[in-house]
């Protein structure tokens, strides 16, 4: 019996289960493909809807702009799963820090924590006020009636700190790091809360139809090594062991991506996630040998390839599926979902990542077939 | 005979050659401390003096404010190591693209380079136009009169070339990763002339007085796994290929750090540099593990720690220590020296950075005395 065939409730059965098989390193015809931020500003008719709903949470707590938004791409490109439209602050925002976004610039909480008292405040947030995130989960659920799994998401509980702390991006994360070094009694607390949201933020992501959920470590890797174990690695830990790992009997894999966190892949792995994401400073095949056969990759393209012509796509697409596996072992090439290192820069001309998910499928499909020659 | 015995013309000998011993990866009895930034804005007298010479060019290009501002630090504290003042981008200033620094923000070039025929224009400028550099090293070799060592430095063919294509910082390095993607052929050109034109301005530097030289790929991290091979680490070989390794009798060590570089610290070790440079997120004990004996480490503490207080900069600066050589190995821990994995931030203390210096010293002699206790 196919692992996928029993589907949640009224929802119809999934025709492309690639991308599930592929997190938990099943054959797969071809390398399925998905972006990070593939729903986003590059798109015309994601920039559309943005200036319709007028800022970027009234687009992302609104049921039929965020399923409109997710499925754009989609629409476009034979992308082999989707992602929930939303933001990896939604968690802070229901505790009540006051998340923004102005327009051209990145995320703002009005509220930053930054004392003693603020931090004793803190507490895991009443999944209440987080419904609109649940409700367009199921709405794209419906949306999709089974074209490719739905992803779900949620920052890292040291990423969340970061912006909770810093108030806002940062270039040095002094205020953040400040704190860790000072008062890591502190910190700790802090993220020790984050990570029981974040726990129940995404079990409540799987309950309502969510797929598979990954975990974005954005800021990872600012820390030290030493710190990134004791403050972001330990909080990621304590999140994997509350999230569920199958839902009505069918497995949700979970991914965890550490940007810059290449030299801890090994500890990484420990925690057993289903997939690492990767940046691209690593190498897919120094990866594989460190995480070992227990665990599948994602990525790992650089996002300003796209920026590039067709002929370089796809030699560079090729690199990376050979980085993964060389030719003479892609036919049993199992566990590696292709991905960008990073997000879709909003520079992106759409009809580029159409040359992009065809490529990596077209090429693929032909290295996993013996003999055959793959050149592009 | 000591290997430093002889000096350099008319310059009194070296008083202090721990630094120049641990870059050759011999025994010392502490290790050696200087830190990158080390004079900057954190400092009092030098934000006078760069009121006082109106622009961050004319306090580097002045022969006298660049000697007061680079003894600036060693008058406050026992650094094992002086660092010339001034700044990675002076060889593409001159040639001709116009390097800038608006108050409070990052350098700026007037004339970008940014298609095929300003390419075609670059080439190796002539040094009398960086004669400026030359005279600051060899008055600054006076003013130091032996105290400690001089260090000269350049940015990396590839970090120049991304400021020259950017003409400032950026986020993401769209413009130069586009060229690089896009035209290849014309990045090879710029890396080219760069790296040649590197490789003289450190030799000239090393003539000069320099006695150990750095390059700083500080944006090699930001280049895909491949991309970093083929665009940044062959052109600091190229650099490295031309570079005196000793000059009038004395080995002249050559240190070579890639910011974000720790996924290829062996790549980088295959070229045989004396030393190399290390951000806070390589483990010390897995980088000696990855690059074998025949090459020093410098590094590599967090800035941000000397944003906490006196007792966590010690515990930290022990940690450091520690993950070098393990208390049982440390009487024969030779080839580190210790430095932040960045510049010191301009949020430092002054005291602070004495609260370090004054650590690494104690603590460093005191690991190196078998049986000692080294508690804090």
């Known amino acids: 019996m196919p692992l996928f065939a029993t589907m949640q409730g009224m ?24 972006l990070m ?11 559309a809807a943005r200036a319709k709903a007028g800022s970027f949470m009234a687009l992302a707590s609104n049921t039929d702009f965020a399923t409109e938004v997710t499925m754009q791409p989609l629409d476009r490109f034979p992308l082999d799963a989707a992602i929930l439209f939303s933001d990896i602050l939604t968690v802070p925002d229901a505790m009540g820090l006051g998340l923004s976004f102005a327009l051209g610039e990145g995320p703002r909480f009005a509220r930053p924590v930054r004392d003693e008292a603020a931090v004793a405040k803190l507490e895991v947030p009443d999944m209440a006020k987080l419904r609109y995130v649940f409700d367009a989960v199921a709405s794209i659920r419906k949306a999709l009636n089974g074209r490719v799994p739905l992803i779900g998401f949620s920052g890292s509980p040291w990423t969340l700190a970061c912006y909770m702390v810093e108030g806002a991006g940062s270039d040095d994360y002094h205020l953040v790091k400040s704190l860790l070094y000072s008062r890591p009694d502190l910190m700790h607390r802090v993220l020790t809360v984050n990570a029981d949201a974040v726990a ?6 799987i309950e309502a139809g969510a797929q598979a959920v990954m975990i974005f470590d954005s800021w990872g890797g600012v820390l030290a090594d030493g710190a990134f174990q004791q403050f972001s690695l330990a909080y990621t830990q304590r999140v994997l062991q509350q999230v569920r790992t199958e839902y009505e009997g069918t497995r949700v894999p979970r991914i965890v991506f550490t940007k810059g966190g290449g030299l801890w892949l090994d500890e990484i792995a420990a925690l057993q996630p289903d997939v690492i994401g990767l940046d691209w400073t690593v190498n897919l095949a120094k990866a594989r040998e460190s995480v070992g056969a227990h665990v599948a990759l994602q990525g790992n393209l650089d996002p300003a390839v796209l920026l590039a012509g067709t002929a370089q796509i796809e030699a560079q697409a090729l690199k990376v599926l050979e980085s993964f596996a060389a030719p003479d072992q892609a036919s049993d090439a199992t566990g590696h979902i292709f991905n960008l290192g990073h997000g879709v820069s909003q520079r992106t001309a759409p009809e580029n990542v159409g040359v992009l998910v065809e490529a990596v499928h077209r090429l693929s499909r032909r290295m996993r077939t013996p003999n055959a020659s793959v050149l592009v």
């Open 37 to 47: 931020r593939q729903a986003g500003r590059y798109l015309p008719e994601y920039r």
């Open 11 to 34: 929802i119809a059965p999934l025709h492309n289960d690639t991308f599930l098989r592929a997190c938990l390193r099943q054959p797969t015809a071809y390398t399925p493909v998905w």
């Open 200 to 205: 129940v933020y995404l079990n409540s992501q």
